[in-house]
């Protein structure tokens, strides 16, 4: 599924589980499994995504 939306200061998209928002002084991605990344005037902050394990028989 694809999603975009474009306003006035960036815009935000969407194509399954990846996400990626882009606006003025603001930026965020996440990528499934792997993890978030956020960057704003704050600061970076990142956060890693973990996959539970499978159980094992």
């Known amino acids: 599924m694809l999603e ?3 306003g006035r200061w960036g815009f935000h998209l969407r194509l399954a589980g ?4 882009a606006f003025l002084g ?7 499994g792997i993890g978030e990344l ?3 005037s704050t600061g970076l902050y990142t956060n890693r995504l973990f996959n539970k394990p499978s159980p094992s028989e």
Do not use: K
Request: net charge neutral.
């Open 18 to 21: 990846l996400v990626i928002h």
């Open 26 to 32: 603001d930026l965020y991605l996440r990528c499934p």
């Open 38 to 40: 956020a960057w704003n």
């Open 4 to 6: 975009l939306s474009i």
